[in-house]
């Protein structure tokens, strides 16, 4: 179907709010500027956003557009940030109050061009206005009038740092003639072994139609319904192939169309799976399909945080470089915005599992009719979207909903919510009965408090914004963490220089400060909370290093998040753990600079990044220091059934022990030993037992496939690692294929957090530790660079490693 809107020129222009209402009294000499729809007043304004704050004014989006020849037609907005008015060719045709729900306007008998007109109103001047208080005050926002309106908090709450509000037509807007079909549904279900779906649709007058159902190969399935006017389907596919997430399985989908008087309309692509939430005993393990699945991810923000759209070939860019680390779950915050289509074909295609919350967060949403059913509203244009989509796991009242009252010391009486206990439920059960629910992010099980982080779903932050020591993780006892492992990451080197030209602005400079999280009103950031852990966990003071070597500063700083991280996860991804999953905050910064993501604005990876993706691997090797009962390492498999080799290699001054056992492991199973048992003597490999000097400088565990390939490998070293000279660290790079490269490294002594650093290329791993004589290999992908040039740094080495191609 043709977009009339393809292309059109929008201009936007700004004026004082409330000031003109009616965009026929807009003056002649009024200052306009292109915009780019989708996008926000932010987008184009560019340079001149830090003088304008956008709630502060009324603002106008302007086009005019060729119908074609087209007697009839419809225009949709998908999205408007926030209150606004749409005027078509002068006469008011609809009152918007909520960024999240479309519009669609039917254009009758139109003429030849079409004037669109919207008019955003200031937020800031209906924020002036009293109404109705909560009954608490949100720790996130300053105006706490902002319950009262469905927009995202994103540019409202400081912790996500200086963005600005976003204002405007953020999604797309669309202009075609009158649609054959003006409005469709696509669910799914499973009965037994067969997938079941239902297509409602009404068509604007009747027409001959046929249901076709494909897989990527060919049509599978077809039903001829005759000469209809409206479609009340339910097919059955027999025996159907299961959606997985990617770490489990193949992400199976089909596609739907629908073909109307010869004419075939693209429906929409499903999957089919099961899906529940198993609340039992306090737990929340997610079971798909049968089987338990480890969700392991992060909170996910917009790639572009100012336009809040982004082209499907970032989104997919985005999404694969988390299937690739071994991540199979994204959650969308309720503090932030709905996601674009795309996002979700996305998800499916790739087997990405979705955690989606409703957009509420620490306020108490307002009860009256209008509140109601604007909500309402919302849910369904969510349903429209993701109703058929496989990867939509878990739905979610919001974030923080429930914590924040519980926290201000309301008693459970005190913080009910209607919206949360009956109208979303009762959605659930009409439009999405194959989807998970959680009143709230977090949320516990059995009366306890939803602050208690061992009973149903936690934000864990004892490691973290609490300064809990690392061995919380293990006595927490956190069962699912919706979100957990909050610090101030530091990009790599070459995203510092790219940012901020130096590393000398690293802890102090105020650009470098605005980008580090802080609680509102809080006296302290999480730059600070990185510095406890890197004194506690190395003891040494960071501030002195900063004032010496502030790269070294930064380098420790990343050393302590991948420590946090390895620990973390080693721990909850096991068996006994009872964890059922926990997602970081955040993958992504939203702005340059030392945030919570585990990935930079550019895109590239940070030091933790790399430790998330071992121990998220599918199959995957957990080491674990037990203390006195030494070392235990568990393989843990999502994938089918694995026959092979675990070998444990003891590395001591004298040269290295190998010893090795043929192990068995079942299909999304694992299986835990300890190192003594396969050594089959008593070691004391951790020097817990402390006779005499360390015995051994480090340990490292492979998993060998039956060929006696390489599988999987994991490596610690042993007690404190003291910075010398050298480590005589060296590195070898060979060039595979085209803007492939393989870089061998080697260390004669214990090479501690082994950092691969090279302009232009991306390591395939890095920020791990080197065992002495043991020989890594990582792969270099590059995008454009001719050939790999840089260097590879311990943490416990002043000497570098240089990396150059031989002659």
Not at 501 to 509: F, K, P
Not at 545 to 571: C, K, M, N, P, S
Request: glycine letters at 8%.
């Amino acid at each position: 179907m043709i977009d009339l809107l393809a292309g059109v020129r929008w201009q936007l222009a700004r004026t004082d709010a409330g000031s003109i209402v009616d965009p026929g009294d807009l003056p002649a000499d009024l200052d306009w500027i292109d915009a780019v729809v989708p996008g926000t007043v932010a987008s184009a304004l560019d340079d001149a956003l830090p003088e304008v704050n956008p709630d502060d004014h009324d603002w106008w989006f302007v086009a005019e557009v060729s119908t074609a020849g087209h007697l009839g037609a419809c225009v949709r907005f998908d999205g408007i940030a926030t209150r606004a008015q749409i005027w078509i060719d002068g006469v008011h045709r609809r009152t918007v109050t909520s960024m999240f729900v479309p519009e669609t306007i039917d254009l009758t008998g139109c003429g030849p061009t079409v004037r669109i007109a919207v008019h955003i109103e200031s937020i800031a001047a209906r924020l002036k206005s009293r109404r109705p208080r909560g009954r608490w005050r949100s720790s996130l926002i300053a105006s706490q009038g902002l319950r009262h309106e469905r927009t995202t908090m994103l540019g409202r709450a400081p912790v996500y740092g200086p963005l600005p509000v976003p204002v405007g037509l953020w999604r797309p807007v669309t202009m075609t003639a009158t649609p054959e079909i003006r409005r469709r549904e696509l669910s799914t279900v499973m009965n037994g072994t067969d997938g079941i779906v239902v297509l409602r649709a009404e068509l604007e007058s009747p027409g001959v139609a046929r249901i076709l159902i494909s897989d990527n190969m060919s049509e599978i399935h077809a039903v001829d319904l005759g000469s209809v006017e409206r479609i009340d389907s339910v097919l059955t596919l027999p025996d159907v192939e299961l959606w997985w997430p990617h770490t489990h399985g193949l992400p199976r989908t089909y596609r739907v169309d629908l073909e109307l008087d010869g004419t075939v309309h693209p429906m929409g692509v499903v999957g089919f799976r099961t899906v529940e939430l198993d609340r039992t005993a306090g737990g929340a393990q997610l079971v798909v399909n049968g089987r338990e699945v480890f969700c392991r991810g992060g909170t996910w923000t917009p790639l572009d945080p100012v336009r809040l759209w982004s082209p499907e070939a970032d989104l997919r860019n985005a999404l694969e470089q988390l299937r690739s680390a071994g991540l199979n779950m994204v959650r969308v915050v309720g503090t932030l915005v709905y996601e674009q289509p795309e996002f979700w074909s996305l998800c499916a295609e790739l087997g990405i599992m979705v955690w989606q919350d409703l957009m509420f967060g620490t306020i108490d949403p307002p009860t009256d009719e209008d509140f109601t059913a604007s909500v309402t509203r919302e849910l369904d244009a969510l349903a429209d979207t993701v109703a058929a989509n496989p990867s939509l796991m878990v739905l979610s009242g919001g974030s923080e909903t429930q914590q924040q009252p519980t926290m201000l010391g309301l008693t459970a009486d005190g913080q009910h919510m209607s919206l949360l206990e009956n109208l979303v439920p009762e959605f659930l059960a009409d439009r999405l009965p194959t989807v998970a629910f959680v009143t709230s992010s977090p949320s516990s099980v059995e009366g306890e408090l939803h602050t208690h982080v061992g009973d149903g779903i936690a934000h864990y932050f004892g490691v973290g914004g609490y300064l809990r020591p690392l061995s919380d993780i293990r006595t927490a006892g956190v069962r699912f963490a919706a979100e957990c492992l909050a610090f101030a990451v530091p990009p790599e080197r070459a995203s510092v220089e790219r940012f901020f030209g130096s590393a000398a602005v690293a802890g102090h400079h105020p650009d470098w400060k605005a980008a580090v999280p802080r609680d509102r009103g809080s006296s302290w950031d999480f730059e600070d909370v990185r510095d406890h852990y890197v004194r506690t966990i190395f003891g040494v003071d960071p501030h002195s290093i900063r004032r010496d070597d502030v790269e070294l500063y930064l380098d420790y700083g990343r050393a302590a998040t991948v420590e946090a991280f390895t620990e973390a996860f080693g721990h909850w991804r096991r068996a006994s753990s009872g964890c059922g999953g926990a997602l970081v905050l955040s993958l992504r910064d939203t702005v340059p600079g030392a945030g919570w993501g585990i990935i930079d604005t550019a895109g590239v990876p940070k030091a933790p990044f790399y430790a998330l993706a071992r121990a998220s691997s599918s199959v995957a090797l957990l080491l674990s220091d037990n203390g006195l009962d030494g070392y235990a390492v568990e393989l843990v498999n999502d994938g089918p059934p694995l026959s092979g080799t675990l070998r444990v290699v003891l590395h001591a001054a004298r040269g290295s022990q190998e010893f090795e056992q043929a192990v068995s492991i079942e299909a999304n199973a694992s299986l835990e030993l300890t190192v003594d048992s396969v050594v089959g003597t008593f070691t004391d490999a951790n020097h817990a037992y402390r006779f005499g000097r360390r015995t051994y400088s480090a340990i490292t565990v492979l998993f060998l496939d039956g060929s006696g390939i390489e599988v999987t490998r994991t490596t610690a070293l042993v007690g404190t690692q003291s910075r010398q000279n050298t480590v005589g660290l060296t590195a070898e790079v060979v060039e595979t294929d085209s803007a492939t490269w393989e870089l061998t490294l080697c260390s004669e002594w214990a090479a501690q957090y082994v950092c691969v650093d090279i302009d232009g290329f991306e390591a395939s791993d890095s920020w791990f530790h080197l065992a002495p004589n043991e020989p890594r290999t990582v792969t270099l992908a590059g995008n454009g660079a001719s050939a790999p040039r840089g260097h590879v740094r311990a943490l416990n080495s002043v000497e570098r490693a240089s990396v150059a191609p031989k002659s």
